[in-house]
């Protein structure tokens, strides 16, 4: 399978020069690199919230769900538990999930659910037109706070690990190699995995410039130690203009993952003869 | 635009100092309906703003920021992580005595939803633009009125709003009404999205000087105060609970003459009436009348002239409060109708549509018995075209020869299905 086998006719409706672009041709890439590799596509759902980034799901040629804003992990870990074979990858904005589903997120990773996340921070409401999210520096000037927001920003990596993420890495939309190992990684880790993708927004955020001064690849960091990746994932803090910002993998452990110990589910492989009849007694049972 | 705007509001000496008609001192300015929305919550003078940005309330939260920051509102602006928080907020600063206002829509109403009976509950006089909006699923960010019509047992009072004018002017009416110590409830201020939020059309904005002498300082009799505690929201068990909705119910029934008064009240300020509860047009000896709210109602007065032209006897009913429903002053316009189409942008799946169900409802115990028959159209944003409302009156003139279908969905696409 090419890369180019994932696209789809809807029309792409993103800002020429948007982040989400790397995000989309990223994950392309990785789909179609994993479906080679004995990941069939077929069995990867795809689910996004509501923002710029949600449109995603409409340029990838792969089973999805758009849910409404905030809501991407509910439904992601409904679909997850339904039938856990499949690959469950969520796409959300920090907007999505750090405001309106901050608490799905957070239960997400102390769950330690089989689940990819990628956040497509790009730290402004896009869609909206440009007010400030939970990620906008402190003093952002946004078309909600015209004197600057006067909270300081949340640090998701930070906020993943210590909720109980299992993998936690950070790419940026330009570096799109590392992005794309980042979201492989993720994909086949077990347990939830979280991807922080700073996600140049060009017509309300435009970071390029300070990004590409500041970001640099952690190298040789113990990503088995929790101390060590609080410790980096707290070098920056999402404020500061020349803080350098470490990219690449903070964490990575194993433990049980939701869907395994999840009680009272037998996985059960029916043909669809079987699976007819099952859904018939169910059926007679409840009428 | 905005600072231009803002400050041709704010001249010396009130126009009735200097004995001027008041109607003509303010000239038109053509600005963005949310703006003037904006511009009317700025005369209302609150002191907390919360909001969450959603399309296509957006404009109005952000101008309202602006105004905060430039110091041209004395108002604390609370930005927050949902609609739910904002309504919030606002029930925690109300409680304290503050006058509050907040703006949502759709999906964001419907995340309030909790809250929305709180706020009434607790007889808390908050006012809400709502920039009407679809709700998914399918996802729609364009105008109908499936989310207000939706929360009409919430408790709220509901004001639907013609054009921009109309809701800069009942936005103002809005606070009055809601703080009036009798009523003491709260007012959702209902305008389509897009059509009126982000149209700019000519608008006289209010004078704020005019706008507090109509508008006193808001001053309720019971808040939180320490030196005289007392518990919002507290429990109210099976002996009492039906007492607090039936006052609540009492307070809605009120609110009907109260409503009336002050678009009177309004209009002897402002020189500008739009009926109280229910308006009309042409409808005096119209056979045909048509009932509806918002902003399609220029598009069918539009429609009910040229249908005149060729002696069709059409007329139109305009509900501009639509909680409380005006059951008398209906029954009333509508006396000599010979049937009554009703037009809704919402539809109520498994039952019939908002609006149609409440009209039947108001005429069958009465002695006026036109036939009612309903029509859903405009639905996520699709355009209400005159073609749509002469096809409507054509339905109409044949059901007064004996009803076919009480409620159907106008110009569905029936080849797409």
Redesign the interface.
Known sequence: MKPTDLGTYAKNTWCPGCGNFSILNAMRAVLAQLDEEGLPVEEVVLVSG?GCHGKIVDYLNVNSF?S???RTLPVATAIKLANPERKVICFSGDGDCL??G?DHLIFAAKRNIDITLILHDNRV?G???G??T?TSPQGFKG?????G?AEPPMNPPELMLVSGATYIARGYTHGIDLLQRLFKEAILHKGFSFVDVLQVCMTYNNLYESYNKCVYEMKGNDTSSFDEALRLSRSWRYDGPDAPIPLGRFYQVDAPSFEEVFPGFELVDLDEAKREKKISEVLERMI | MMKGVASSASQGQSPKARGEKTTKTLGMKVVEGSYAVAHAVKCCRPDVISAYPITPQTHIVEHLSQMVANGEMDSEFLTVDSEFSALSVLVGSSACGGRCYSSTTSQGLALMYEVLYNVSGMRLPIVMNVANRALGAPLNIWNDQQDSIGARDVGWLQIYVEDVQEAVDATLQAYKIAEDPEIMTPTMVCMDGFILTHVYEPVKLLDQELASEFLPPFAPRSILDTADPKTFGAFADPSTYTEFRYLQFEAQNKALAKIERTAREFEETFGRFYGGLVDSYRADDAEIVIVTLGSVIGTIKDAIDSMRAEGKKVGLVKVRCYRPFPVAALREALKKASIIAVLEKDVSIGGEAGLLADMKAAFYNSSIHPPIIGFTAGLGGRDITINDIEKLVKKAEAAMKGIESEFEFLSLRTEIL
Do not use: D, M, N, V
């Not at chain 1, 078309?143 to 004197?147: F, G």
């Open positions: 509501i758009y409404i804003h905030g405001a309106e901050l409401y869609l909206t037109t007010q400030y939970p078309k909600s706070t015209p004197l927001s």
